[in-house]
């Protein structure tokens, strides 16, 4: 053997040597690492069963609202004009005034109007004498039919002149036609008017009315004469129901007008305020729970998780009904069932978990 190919032998043989050696020292230091490692760190198992904690929930009786904002107006709102042509002699109330039925707001000169109706008077009593001796001869044969129809005609002419000057003379007068308040004079002492020109307009408060819109989906909720509420913007609420419902929707808005009626005694509330209605609906069976429990699933369905009989984790769908300041009402879930309050957001649908209820952390603790 040469020099040459025994140096090759020696250096495989030493390179086989080393390599066994380094291999011999990685097995012993994974096998020594492994046992030195703290428990918590030591290669897990398959995968064990997530631990939640739960809460018995029960239904309860829940009456669901519309919320809907309004505005307050007068039941009744008129522009009271002049009947006659004339000059306004005399204003009897001002702009914010309250009248009853009947007061006088105004008045105009009278003019002739008062010997006018006195001559428009005596000329039906001349009328009524020429009838009445008409009348007379004509049964006596001296008088024809057409000579005592003619008198009759002049008399029944005579009184509806008489009416229409007394008529005139009243309307110098210008009255409330309700009770109201004057939300504006539109004239002073020393107007001229033309007939039918606006002199006032008044306003009743009492009842007050509340319009608002509602849309199509509460539209059909709504009854004709049901109880309902409105909060004015000091937090004041009132009591009222319902006295219209629009057949016609709003073009634009695709929106119902309704009216909201009630008391205003003492015409507190005024007309363009701001409302809050709220209109009752009929009771349900929900739950109360708080919104920090809801989930979402993968098809993006809000809902919340529960945990069966069988200790699976299901996820329910909801519906919103309504809300406090701190929860709020849903439906969709069983009467009774015991949802997830803590580990929610780490267990999936249908996942078996190992869970403990409020209830028994609450014995435990005593």
Same mark, same amino acid.
């Given at each position: 053997?040469?020099?040459?190919?025994?140096?090759?032998?020696?250096?495989?043989i030493?390179?086989?040597?080393?390599?066994?050696w380094?291999?011999?020292?990685?097995?012993?230091d994974v096998a020594?690492?492994?046992k030195l490692?703290p428990?918590?760190q030591?290669?897990?198992?398959?995968?064990?069963?997530a631990?939640?904690?739960t809460?018995?929930?029960?239904?309860?009786?829940?009456?669901?609202?519309i919320?809907?904002?309004?505005?307050?107006?007068?039941?009744?709102?008129?522009?009271?004009?002049?009947?006659?042509?004339? &000059? =306004?002699s *005399?204003?009897?109330v001002?702009?914010?005034?309250?009248? !009853?039925?009947?007061?006088?707001i105004? %008045?105009?000169?009278?003019?002739?109007l008062?010997?006018?109706l006195?001559?428009?008077?005596?000329?039906?009593?001349?009328?009524?004498?020429?009838?009445?001796?008409a009348?007379?001869?004509?049964?006596?044969?001296?008088?024809?039919?057409?000579k005592?129809?003619?008198?009759?005609?002049?008399?029944?002419?005579a009184?509806?002149h008489?009416?229409?000057v007394k008529?005139?003379?009243?309307n110098?007068v210008i009255?409330?036609?309700?009770?109201g308040?004057?939300?504006?004079?539109?004239?002073?002492?020393?107007?001229?008017?033309k007939k039918?020109?606006?002199?006032a307009?008044?306003?009743?408060?009492?009842?007050l009315?509340i319009a608002a819109y509602?849309?199509e989906?509460?539209?059909? &909720? =709504?009854? *004709?004469?049901?109880?309902?509420?409105?909060?004015l913007? !000091?937090?004041r609420e009132?009591d009222? %129901?319902?006295?219209f419902?629009?057949?016609?929707a709003?073009?634009?808005?695709?929106?119902?007008k309704?009216?909201?009626?009630?008391?205003?005694?003492k015409?507190?509330?005024?007309?363009?305020?701001t409302?809050?209605?709220i209109?009752?609906?009929?009771?349900?069976?929900?739950?109360?729970?708080?919104?920090?429990l809801?989930?979402?699933?993968?098809?993006g369905?809000?809902?919340?998780?529960?945990?069966?009989a069988?200790?699976?984790v299901?996820?329910?769908?909801?519906?919103?009904?309504?809300?406090?300041?701190e929860?709020?009402?849903?439906?969709?879930?069983?009467?009774?069932?015991?949802?997830?309050?803590?580990?929610?957001?780490?267990?999936?649908?249908?996942?078996?978990?190992?869970?403990?209820?409020e209830?028994q952390?609450?014995?435990?603790?005593?």
């Open positions: 053997m040469t020099p040459s190919k025994s140096s090759v032998i020696i250096a495989v030493l390179a086989v040597l080393v390599a066994g380094l291999f011999s020292g990685q097995i012993f020594s690492t492994t490692l428990e918590f030591q290669p897990t198992s398959p995968k064990t069963v631990k939640v904690q809460r018995k929930l029960k239904a309860q009786t829940y009456i669901p609202s919320f809907v904002t309004g505005q307050t107006e007068s039941s009744r709102a008129v522009t009271i004009r002049t009947q006659i042509t004339g &000059k =306004i *005399k204003t009897t001002n702009a914010g005034d309250s009248v !009853s039925k009947g007061d006088v105004a %008045q105009l000169y009278p003019e002739d008062p010997i006018r006195k001559e428009a008077e005596a000329r039906v009593k001349q009328r009524k004498i020429e009838f009445s001796a009348k007379k001869l004509s049964i006596k044969g001296f008088k024809t039919e057409t005592l129809a003619a008198a009759f005609a002049d008399l029944q002419s009184k509806a008489a009416k229409r008529i005139d003379y009243e110098t009255r409330a036609p309700f009770s308040i004057l939300s504006e004079r539109l004239v002073e002492n020393g107007d001229v008017l039918f020109e606006p002199i307009e008044l306003i009743d408060l009492d009842p009315i509602v849309s989906r509460d539209y059909l &909720k =709504i009854v *004709k004469g049901q109880s309902a509420k409105a909060k913007r !000091s937090g009132i009222g %129901q319902i006295r419902i629009s057949p016609v709003q073009k634009n808005t695709r929106t119902f309704i009216e909201f009626e009630t008391k205003n005694f015409i507190r509330i005024a007309e363009g305020i409302t809050k209605l209109i009752p609906m009929p009771p349900i069976l929900a739950h109360q729970l708080s919104a920090s809801f989930s979402l699933n993968k098809d369905h809000l809902g919340v998780k529960i945990v069966n069988e200790n699976k299901k996820f329910i769908p909801i519906n919103i009904v309504g809300d406090s300041a929860t709020v009402f849903v439906t969709g879930l069983p009467d009774i069932c015991e949802i997830i309050v803590v580990g929610q957001g780490f267990v999936m649908d249908n996942e078996i978990v190992d869970s403990v209820s209830a952390l609450s014995d435990r603790k005593r």
